[in-house]
């Protein structure tokens, strides 16, 4: 039929035409997929008991969290698979198992091929097609994110708490108020409009950070990331190329990140041709820098190349750092309690020494934030592989098949009460040395001292006891940035205002997959201290 359509060139039926094929591919496709799952699986008895998997597969989108939750309670420990529409993951929950993943060579578990699933980066990121496997052109982010940039916290700091604070009073007199000292704010657009200033002029410098169509693209850019992601999990392929193709033609703000960033990324190009030629260039301490200077010596980075990483960076950076800091902004609202003992901490402390620290100081607030990311994390799993070859859990228990997912049961293990004792209470001092805590109530310049120098324990970016940040060598590398970026944002909210959630019964966030994600409109009312 398409044949003799386009034989006699009539677009309307060429297009039928094409329409009708679509339906038909994605109806086989799904055939294929439910004969895939009936066959592959141990307990395909009845259509009966087949339809209700797949109905469950579905419902995993907006029950995610909760078929997790359900399986991990049933599972009593042993690893278990979940389905997922378009495809399978196992889930483990033990520390054993967990290090099992991290062994596994990347040919075998790859974190890079599941994230390639997770955000289809060819049709969101400008084009970027990702390998399977990480590494395979070296890992200069890495070395980027946590020894440069890590170590370049003092230096930054100090900017981003000028510019936070900044933008804060913008929003505050942008507002309406009563009183001349009270608004009531939509407190996760306030979020991600400081964080993703604070990564803009962290990673790139002010230039970027002040830029506003660069800005605006970059905020843009998350929503469409993974709506345009999450369109293509659920096509069929042989769909998912052209509706991809369709999309990010429509929905480009990657692009005008793409386009703002390579004529710098060329120019430091250039100059590193230039110094190799011994000609004297210019100093930069930014990541597109650091990228480009980590890249492997014998293949060095084309501009086109550093650019790419660094739009998956602030994918990365932005949508779950805000996520996180904004449900721990709920907190503090939810338990005021905890709101003097931190103004105190942060005020006797001062930010000089937190600057000096790196970030790594205010250990009250440190653990608080700890507590609230324990029981609200915004993802649900964590280490999450994608099996190129079948692998085997070493003592039977379950194995994965090429293109399947292996992760961990992140937001259940943070509930162990082997691990953290009355796990559903929340107790935001839990994580903290209890000979601090003892200061805090007597001899304020102790708890300072205490609180300064470079050799504060953070128990926040700490990976040994859950799995917020990942797993051993591919835990997450910003996380020593990602912690001071929130401290100074939550220090600034506790010693600026009085808050409270102007509705504190309202629901304050929904599950999608894996995830849960703050509604845009929830607000708070503020008051100026
Ligand atoms: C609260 C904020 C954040 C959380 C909860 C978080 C969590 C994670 C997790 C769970 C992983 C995967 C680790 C694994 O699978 O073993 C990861 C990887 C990564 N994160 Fe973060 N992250 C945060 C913020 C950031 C920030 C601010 C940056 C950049 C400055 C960043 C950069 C990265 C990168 C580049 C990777 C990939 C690492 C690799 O390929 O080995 N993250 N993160």
Redesign the pocket.
């Known amino acids: 039929m398409l044949l003799t359509t386009i034989y006699s060139s009539n677009l309307g039926n060429l297009l039928l035409s094409c329409i009708s094929l679509a339906v038909i591919f994605f109806f086989l496709n799904r055939l294929a997929s439910i004969s895939k799952w009936f066959f592959s699986s141990p307990w395909h008895q009845s259509p009966l008991s087949l339809l209700k998997r797949r109905a469950r597969a579905w419902a995993f989108l907006f029950r995610g969290t909760a078929i997790i939750e359900e399986e991990y309670t049933k599972a009593d420990g042993n690893p278990f698979f979940v389905e997922v529409p378009e495809n399978r993951y196992l889930i483990v929950s033990s520390w054993k198992h967990v290090k099992e993943i991290d062994s596994a060579p990347e040919h075998v578990l790859s ?1 890079q091929g599941a994230a390639k699933e997770l955000l289809q980066p060819k049709h969101t990121m400008s084009k970027f097609n990702w390998m399977d496997k ?1 590494g395979a052109e070296g890992v200069p ?2 070395r980027t ?1 946590r020894v440069m ?1 890590t170590s370049h916290l003092p230096e930054v700091l100090p900017d981003i708490r000028r510019s936070l604070n900044v933008l804060m009073d913008d929003t505050f007199e942008s507002l309406s108020t009563k009183d001349g000292k009270t608004v009531t704010a939509k407190l996760y657009p306030m979020v991600i409009k400081g964080i993703a200033y604070s990564n803009a002029l962290a990673f790139f410098g002010e230039e970027f950070a002040k830029n506003e169509k660069f800005m605006k693209a970059g905020m843009d850019f998350i929503e469409q990331t993974l709506l345009i992601a999450e369109i293509l999990r659920l096509l069929p392929k042989t769909l998912s190329e052209p509706v991809g193709r369709f999309l990010s033609s429509k929905l480009n703000s990657s692009q005008v990140l793409f386009e703002t960033l390579l004529p710098v990324a060329q120019q430091r190009v250039d100059e590193r041709e230039r110094a190799k030629l011994g000609q004297k260039v210019p100093q930069h301490k930014d990541c597109i820098q650091w990228t480009m200077e980590s890249a492997p010596k014998a293949t060095p980075w084309s501009a086109e190349r550093i650019v790419y990483e660094l739009i998956a ?1 602030w994918f ?2 932005v949508h ?2 805000s996520t ?1 800091a904004c449900f721990a902004i709920h907190d503090l609202c939810l338990h005021l309690e905890y709101i003097e003992p931190l103004r105190k901490e942060i005020e006797s402390t001062g930010w000089e020494a937190f600057t000096q620290s790196g970030g790594k100081s205010f250990p009250l607030l440190d653990s608080f934030m700890k507590e609230s990311a324990r029981l609200t994390p915004v993802e649900s799993v ?3 592989r994608m099996a190129l070859e079948p692998f085997h859990l070493s003592d039977g228990s379950g194995i994965v098949q090429p293109g399947e997912w292996i992760c961990t049961a992140a937001r259940g293990m943070m509930m162990d009460s082997s691990v953290f004792a009355n796990p559903n209470e929340f107790q935001g001092f839990r994580f903290v040395d209890p000979l601090v805590l003892e200061k805090l109530d007597s001899n304020t310049d102790t708890l300072s001292q205490q609180n300064g120098g470079d050799s504060v324990k953070t128990n926040f970016t700490d990976i040994a006891d859950w799995q ?4 051993g060598r ?6 020593y ?2 912690a001071a970026v929130m401290k100074t944002m939550l220090g600034l909210f506790v010693t600026k205002y009085d808050m409270k959630l102007t509705d504190p019964d309202a629901v304050r966030y929904f599950s999608w997959r894996t995830f849960i994600y703050p509604f845009p409109g929830t607000k708070v009312t503020l008051s100026r201290r």
Request: aromatic share 8%.
């Open positions: 974190l990480r982010l890495i994110l940039l960076l990365g950076s779950i750092t996180t964590s280490t999450r917020l940040w990942g797993t591919c835990a997450c590398p910003g996380r940035y990602a």
